[in-house]
């Protein structure tokens, strides 16, 4: 597997793997074309047989950054896609000067949860309620 920045070529093949995940909010194509032209977005993609089959999207400013967006094919999950391109972006922004990265999560998103907190994030605060569907989301931190 090849972990690399993503180009704003590959935009289109972010919105699909995007839109092939089980939450309900996803990024338009428009939504992608936007976060690449953002100065401080850090966008990566995994990559497995010349094929895209993830990515990772943070932004962030003055050594804060927020994980805005992760996710992988759903055919190659559990093959620790995930845990590679968080764990290569961590690594990658604390080299920058980075001192934090923060997500949300919905609760009941267990996978998820445990992605995170293996790599070492803890939760800092909960937002009741804060879905559609009634789950809260957890705010979640971590210092680099």
């Known amino acids: 597997m090849i972990i690399s920045l993503a ?21 338009t194509l428009q939504d992608w074309q936007g976060e690449f032209a953002q ?9 497995e ?10 932004r962030g400013a003055a050594g804060q950054y927020e994980l805005l967006n992760l ?5 190659c999950t559990r093959q620790g896609i995930g845990y590679r391109l968080l764990v290569q972006a961590l690594d ?3 080299a920058q000067g980075a ?17 995170y907190k ?5 939760k800092r605060s909960v937002r009741a309620r804060f879905y559609s569907d009634g789950a809260d989301a957890l705010l979640l931190g971590k210092t680099l």
């Open 39 to 47: 100065p401080t977005s850090y966008i990566q993609c995994a990559q």
């Open 49 to 58: 047989g010349g094929q895209v089959v993830g990515f990772i999207v943070l």
């Open 71 to 75: 996710a992988v094919c759903p055919q």
């Open 92 to 94: 990658h922004l604390a």
């Open 7 to 27: 180009q704003p070529a590959q935009a289109a093949l972010l919105e699909q793997i995007d839109k092939s995940q089980s939450f309900s909010a996803h990024w």
């Open 118 to 122: 293996k790599a070492g994030f803890v």
């Open 99 to 115: 001192q934090e990265v923060t997500l949300e999560v919905n609760a009941n998103n267990v996978a998820a949860i445990e992605l």
